[in-house]
């Protein structure tokens, strides 16, 4: 696979590995634990050196399935793993970066992957009650004490981000981004391009939607994420059928998957773009991975650039209680 270069020098393959699946969101795993292990094994054999976790996927499961995982792998795959949660008996209560606690998290965070060094330390949520800059400045200290490599953040605004890097440099943002969540166009792609920073699409196949294998009939286990997703109750989907039909037709035309178009799309947005898709399952990495080969012609992406305002997307992509819960 192409590699490419998050901010300054993290160099990675084109498309990454996200590993929430595998301990919350999505309902139960098709497989045992060492199942998962061998599926994050088999993701790195198949040419992926970014796997992406956090503290809270778990909470802490997730973080000891990746480095239990990487262990035997350590130096083919960077790790990325994210702070800034209060987490009380398993749940999420509110953000925290305060500099004790991020300091707290990284310690704890390498004891669980079993590295020396975190590559990639997100701050998961802007947490309004502490500036950027002590953030920054608390990541900034463990990288000089070598214990995470490069400092990245999620979900965070333009500002954020330009007060953030000009205290200490980040890496990498990553945030929702695909063919049907498209809000960082407008202000966060440009400035992430004119600082020189990285982007990391979370949810990139639009959380399983954009594969095609979803529809109104689709039945979601009690406790997933997309069970109290507007997007995903069945008038909505019915609506959104729409917009898959139209990426699946460009695909058939490409002998390519839907999931691999909307990965191809997110790569040609940017070289400074590199897409986490998450599965649970072998053939489904070989099928993400394979977007990688799949160059879409300026016409297709511009089919697809109109695609979501001409069809439309019905429903939000968090519900209320959903935006709260994540600190949005
Ligand atoms: N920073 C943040 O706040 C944040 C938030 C959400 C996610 N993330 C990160 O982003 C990563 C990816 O996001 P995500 O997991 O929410 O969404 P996603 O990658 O868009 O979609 C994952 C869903 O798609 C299914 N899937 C994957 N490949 C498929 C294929 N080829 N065909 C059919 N279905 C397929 C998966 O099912 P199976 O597993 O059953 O294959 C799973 O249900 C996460 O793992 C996590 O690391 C970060």
Do not use: C
């Not at 000089?144 to 330009?162: D, M, N, P, W, Y």
Request: aromatic content about 6%; hydrophobic content about 40%; overall charge negative.
């Amino acid at each position: 696979m192409q590699t490419r270069t998050l901010g300054q020098n993290l160099d990675v393959a084109a498309i990454g590995f996200g590993a929430m699946g595998m301990s919350m969101s999505y309902g139960p795993n098709p497989g045992s634990r060492e199942d998962m292990i061998g599926v994050l094994r088999y993701a790195v054999e198949r040419g992926v050196t970014l796997i992406d976790t956090a503290e809270v996927y778990g909470p802490y499961d997730n973080e000891k399935l990746v480095g239990e995982a990487i262990a035997p792998l350590r130096d083919q795959v960077k790790v990325a793993t994210k702070f800034g949660w209060n987490i009380v008996d398993g749940a999420m209560q509110g953000t925290n970066s305060r500099p004790e606690q991020i300091r707290r998290v990284a310690d704890e965070s390498l004891q669980r992957l079993g590295v020396d060094a975190i590559d990639l330390f997100y701050q998961h949520r802007v947490d309004p009650n502490v500036p950027i800059e002590e953030v920054a400045g608390t990541v900034g200290e463990l990288v000089a004490a070598g214990k995470v490599k490069h400092f990245g953040l999620s979900e965070a605004g333009a500002q954020t981000i330009r007060r953030a890097h000009s205290t200490f440099p980040v890496t990498a943002l990553q945030s929702e981004y695909s063919l049907w969540t498209r809000d960082p166009e407008a202000e966060i792609l440009p400035t992430l391009k004119e600082l020189g920073i990285g982007f990391v699409p979370f949810s990139p196949l639009g959380k399983g939607f954009l594969t095609g294998t979803i529809t109104p009939d689709t039945t979601f286990s009690a406790g997933e994420f997309r069970l109290s997703t507007p997007r995903f109750t069945p008038e909505n989907l019915t609506a959104n059928q729409a917009l898959v039909d139209q990426v699946r037709a460009l695909a058939s035309g490409r002998g390519a998957t839907p999931g691999q178009v909307a990965l191809a799309w997110l790569l040609a947005q940017g070289d400074f773009i590199v897409p986490i898709p998450g599965t649970r399952r072998r053939d489904r990495i070989d099928e993400n991975l394979g977007a990688a080969d799949l160059q879409l012609t300026v016409a297709e992406i511009a089919e697809l650039n109109t695609l979501a305002d001409r069809v439309g997307v019905a429903g939000e992509r968090y519900s209320e209680a959903g935006l709260k819960m994540v600190g949005l």
